[in-house]
Nanobody, 123 residues
Framework: VQLVESGGGLVQAGGSLRLSCAAS????????MGWYRQAPGKERELVAV???????FYADSVKGRFTCAKDNAKNTLSLQMNSLKPEDTAMYYC??????????????????WGQGTQVTVSS
């Protein structure tokens, strides 16, 4: 499975950005896809996860501001980010997994990662 992100950039606080992740390869094996982010000096953390045939989960820090959606026809995963804050500044990574075992939200269970796209929110 190959994942390619797009849509990052620089935006002022309160603004919006939309990220997209295009999946290719053995996509039939994917059981979940999600977005994680990593700020400088911090660990990579969950943003949102969509479980195939299941629900969508969000980190508390983004609930009500971010919306994650999977388009099965186009094999894409999007992340609409509204009301952005400076603390949302990070490299955002698209991830996918092929296992149904383990914690759906734990990044250690994700086998495939994109190269990342930078999101910078200025105050």
């Amino acid at each position: 499975v190959q994942l390619v992100e797009s849509g990052g950039g620089l935006v002022q606080a309160g603004g919006s950005l939309r990220l997209s992740c295009a999946a290719s390869g053995s996509i039939f094996s994917i059981t979940a896809m999600g977005w994680y982010r990593q700020a400088p000096g911090k660990e990579r953390e969950l943003v949102a996860v969509v479980i195939s045939g299941g629900g969508t989960f969000y980190a508390d820090s983004v609930k009500g501001r971010f919306t994650c959606a999977k388009d099965n026809a186009k094999n894409t995963l999007s992340l609409q980010m509204n009301s952005l804050k400076p603390e949302d500044t990070a490299m955002y990574y698209c991830a996918a997994r092929s296992s149904a075992d383990g914690d759906w939200l734990d990044l250690r269970w994700y086998d495939y990662w994109g190269q990342g796209t930078q999101v910078t929110v200025s105050s």
